[in-house]
């Protein structure tokens, strides 16, 4: 309703937090050494920029998958990164970097990688889907069922490796690490229909999402088509996380850090959720990036070593909250 909106536009929190995002993705490329001369114009326009770009996109579509992972599954504690999604994708991503594209596929341009982090992030997100959906599992069955898949790609992603040439696996093990750097315009363009399309998608479920937290009997009687959500959602969500694994490699941790903290500040409302949270992702991510490239003096630090870095203690904290609730 249009109430809504204007509520949410008016809302002090609100509008602080869009501002907070905004400063940290336009101030992200300027922060750092010298950008004087015709070689600091270079690393703004080639390097710093694209690189913010991604972040956006990035972090932006992993906090909204985020949001409706935990809606779909009724868990705080579901995430791309926790239920398997970012997994499977990394498995799929990691077989077509070592194995490499066929020569007739590169001719005709076709996105191996994103492909096969698609069909590795579709097989796991059916696996918990079927899971979640039995209509046996607890809260707590389908978070230990995608941390039992993280496990299982974790302990599959070395096969390749071991095959591979020095430095296809050299390539393998810097992006397994998960980066924004070296990426380019062109990554920033191949991805950008991902996330558009995923996005407007998933944004315009928020209303049935609404309807499934008062619980599936409640969206029933409201019209909505539970198993067809879940299914949209899982599917869609899959594919925006396989474009960016495919891309930066897995940045975990994003999708299950924004929304848990967006909704301490705009509440439970998906109309306000969803957007907020890729607005938030985008510059959560984008302010992480900054701080990886000057962590270290020398050298850069994956940007997903610091997001793990930071998720894994919210999620002791998460679990350990559920635990006394």
Not at 10 to 16: A, E, T
Not at 145 to 167: C, D, F, K, N, W
Request: glycine share 12%; with cysteine.
């Amino acid at each position: 309703p249009a109430g809504a909106g204007r509520g949410c536009a008016m809302n002090p929190r609100v509008m602080g937090l869009v501002a907070l995002s905004a400063v940290c993705v336009a101030a992200a490329p300027f922060v750092g050494g010298s950008l004087e001369g015709a070689q600091g114009e270079y690393i703004l326009q080639q390097l710093r920029i694209p690189r913010v770009l991604m972040a956006v996109l990035v972090g932006g579509t992993m906090g909204l998958v985020g949001a409706c992972y935990q809606t779909i599954f009724a868990n705080p504690l579901a995430a791309p990164s926790t239920v398997g999604t970012t997994a499977g994708a990394t498995v799929g991503a990691m077989a077509a970097v070592v194995l490499g594209t066929p020569a007739w596929l590169e001719d005709f341009g076709f996105p191996v990688m994103a492909a096969s982090a698609f069909v590795g992030a579709l097989v796991v997100s059916f696996v918990i889907s079927l899971i979640a959906t039995s209509g046996r599992a607890r809260v707590n069955d389908v978070l230990l069922a995608g941390i039992a898949m993280t496990l299982a790609a974790g302990a599959i992603s070395p096969g390749p490796q071991y095959t591979a040439e020095e430095r296809q696996l050299q390539a393998a093990v810097l992006w397994s690490l998960g980066h924004l750097s070296q990426v380019g315009y062109r990554g920033v363009l191949m991805l950008l229909p991902f996330v558009v399309l995923c996005g407007a998608v998933l944004l315009l479920q928020a209303r049935a999402l609404n309807s499934l937290l008062g619980g599936e009997d409640r969206a029933h009687s409201q019209g909505v088509d539970v198993p067809r959500l879940r299914a949209l959602v899982l599917g869609v969500g899959a594919l925006a996380v396989a474009g960016c694994v495919a891309w930066c490699g897995p940045i975990a941790f994003v999708g299950l850090i924004v929304p848990h903290f967006m909704r301490l500040f705009v509440g439970a409302d998906r109309r306000r959720l969803l957007p907020l949270s890729f607005i938030a992702g985008a510059g959560f991510l984008a302010a992480c990036d900054t701080v990886a490239r000057l962590a270290l003096p020398d050298r850069e630090l994956p940007v997903g070593v610091l997001t793990a870095g930071l998720g894994a203690p919210l999620l002791v904290w998460l679990i350990a909250s559920q635990r006394k609730s």
